[in-house]
């Protein structure tokens, strides 16, 4: 959810806390792609694992990467998905996704739109309890765009409360809507429309007019709309079971002396809402990507406005991932090898990133289940990847 690290003296009480993690079967962890996986095929496979496998004893616990260049797909892991229980990342394990759920959030606002039961510009008070407008600040006068695009500056309820709070138990069963309360009363970060400014709340509130205007629940909207047409099977978010089995679990290191710990108790409470809790492997993550960017999701009229990218304000442009434009739940990226759309995301525990590059027809997905937002490795594997694709 892209933001920086809180260390409080009772952060690494609840550490101590939970220093006993629980033993899983390697029968937990089992996984398999339901088609035929040729990544050891690939003339560069040894490459795109050397790449993978070096970065990740620098300083990662554990990865997954998917790759499709000219040469086609190649799938590849490294390091633990579960250290205590001794558990190796396979190539078909999922991870939590965090942020990159977004994309997930806005593609449904989309297939509902192109179902005729909303639009764009309806405005967030058409949709939203009048309760949640008088306590929120600019939900009056927003639209479902402004939401999408971050533009509405309804304030984030990612607040120093919220995060007290979060590790103060490790799993606080919040609703939507308790999450939602850390937001009330505080400032707009801007006029609406004025500016770009990244908030979850405008992603929490998509969930909720989802659910509103779908008559589903978060759950049954994301598989009816996307992951069922786009044929993800190993995608999954649930409120009443957040963490599917079989999900690595996520470690961070807080004294960065490569003892890692794990987070679930962190992590748990970010679950519940529409802004970042999905799961999945790599291999479905790059084909929703794929499947969105050439229209085989939504209608080419509404990939058309996801796709209408503006640019970003200065002071939120991410030079190592080359995001310098934004769109409806969409970054957009400039690299050496060309434009790229997907997201990024990051949780205590995951950091994820995933780039489809439509003038070549290529994909690059990483997964990674520990460090920290400023994790050299991370952007060291993305870096020497994209030159291997690009045969460079």
Same mark, same amino acid.
């Given at each position: 959810m892209n933001r920086t690290y809180l260390l409080p003296i009772l952060f690494i009480v609840l550490l101590w806390?939970?220093?006993?993690?629980?033993?899983?079967?390697?029968?937990?962890?089992?996984?398999?792609?339901?088609?035929?996986?040729?990544?050891?095929?690939?003339?560069?496979?040894?490459?795109?694992?050397?790449?993978?496998?070096?970065?990740?004893?620098?300083?990662?616990?554990?990865?997954?990467?998917?790759?499709?260049?000219s040469d086609g797909v190649w799938i590849g892991a490294s390091g633990k998905a579960d250290i205590a229980s001794g558990i190796d990342v396979a190539p078909c394990s999922p991870f939590l996704i965090a942020s990159i759920s977004k994309s997930f959030t806005a593609a449904t606002i989309m297939a509902l739109k192109d179902d005729g039961l909303l639009s764009l510009d309806d405005p967030v008070t058409e949709w939203v309890d009048s309760k949640i407008a008088e306590k929120l600040e600019n939900v009056k006068g927003s639209t479902l765009r402004h939401l999408l695009n971050h533009t509405s500056g309804i304030p984030d309820y990612y607040t120093l409360q919220f995060e007290l709070d979060r590790i103060n138990r490790e799993d606080n069963g919040w609703t939507q809507e308790e999450v939602l309360a850390y937001a009330f009363g505080k400032k707009a970060t801007n006029a609406i429309g004025e500016t770009y400014y990244y908030s979850?709340? @405008?992603?929490?509130?998509? %969930?909720?007019?989802?659910?509103?205007?779908? &008559?589903?629940?978060?759950?049954?909207?994301?598989? #009816?709309?996307?992951?069922?047409?786009?044929?993800?099977?190993?995608?999954?978010?649930?409120?009443?079971?957040?963490?599917?089995?079989?999900?690595?679990?996520?470690?961070?290191d807080i004294y960065g002396n490569g003892q890692y710990v794990e987070s679930e108790f962190l992590y748990r409470d970010e679950l519940n809402t529409a802004d970042g809790g999905i799961a999945i492997n790599a291999y479905d993550l790059g084909l929703f990507f794929e499947k969105l960017l050439k229209g085989d999701i939504i209608s080419e009229q509404s990939l058309a406005e996801m796709t209408a990218y503006e640019d970003l304000p200065s002071d939120w442009v991410d030079e190592d991932f080359g995001h310098f434009q934004n769109g409806l739940g969409l970054e957009? @990226?400039?690299?050496?090898? %060309?434009?790229?759309?997907?997201?990024?995301? &990051?949780?205590?525990?995951?950091?994820?990133?995933? #780039?489809?590059?439509?003038?070549?027809?290529?994909?690059?997905?990483l997964l990674v289940n520990s460090g920290s937002y400023e994790n050299q490795q991370r952007l060291n594997i993305y870096r020497e990847s994209l030159k291997a694709m690009f045969n460079e």
């Amino acid at each position: 959810m892209n933001r920086t690290y809180l260390l409080p003296i009772l952060f690494i009480v609840l550490l101590w806390a939970c220093a006993n993690p629980d033993i899983y079967p390697e029968s937990y962890y089992s996984c398999s792609f339901n088609f035929n996986d040729s990544s050891q095929n690939h003339p560069r496979a040894a490459v795109y694992q050397e790449i993978l496998d070096r970065n990740r004893k620098a300083g990662i616990v554990g990865a997954a990467m998917m790759i499709k260049d000219s040469d086609g797909v190649w799938i590849g892991a490294s390091g633990k998905a579960d250290i205590a229980s001794g558990i190796d990342v396979a190539p078909c394990s999922p991870f939590l996704i965090a942020s990159i759920s977004k994309s997930f959030t806005a593609a449904t606002i989309m297939a509902l739109k192109d179902d005729g039961l909303l639009s764009l510009d309806d405005p967030v008070t058409e949709w939203v309890d009048s309760k949640i407008a008088e306590k929120l600040e600019n939900v009056k006068g927003s639209t479902l765009r402004h939401l999408l695009n971050h533009t509405s500056g309804i304030p984030d309820y990612y607040t120093l409360q919220f995060e007290l709070d979060r590790i103060n138990r490790e799993d606080n069963g919040w609703t939507q809507e308790e999450v939602l309360a850390y937001a009330f009363g505080k400032k707009a970060t801007n006029a609406i429309g004025e500016t770009y400014y990244y908030s979850n709340t @405008n992603y929490l509130l998509l %969930g909720m007019i989802i659910e509103k205007a779908s &008559g589903l629940s978060l759950q049954e909207a994301y598989e #009816q709309k996307i992951f069922i047409p786009a044929g993800l099977s190993s995608a999954y978010y649930s409120t009443t079971r957040p963490i599917p089995p079989g999900t690595v679990k996520g470690y961070v290191d807080i004294y960065g002396n490569g003892q890692y710990v794990e987070s679930e108790f962190l992590y748990r409470d970010e679950l519940n809402t529409a802004d970042g809790g999905i799961a999945i492997n790599a291999y479905d993550l790059g084909l929703f990507f794929e499947k969105l960017l050439k229209g085989d999701i939504i209608s080419e009229q509404s990939l058309a406005e996801m796709t209408a990218y503006e640019d970003l304000p200065s002071d939120w442009v991410d030079e190592d991932f080359g995001h310098f434009q934004n769109g409806l739940g969409l970054e957009h @990226n400039r690299t050496p090898y %060309g434009n790229s759309s997907g997201h990024t995301g &990051g949780i205590d525990g995951f950091l994820t990133i995933a #780039q489809y590059f439509p003038e070549h027809d290529a994909t690059f997905i990483l997964l990674v289940n520990s460090g920290s937002y400023e994790n050299q490795q991370r952007l060291n594997i993305y870096r020497e990847s994209l030159k291997a694709m690009f045969n460079e």
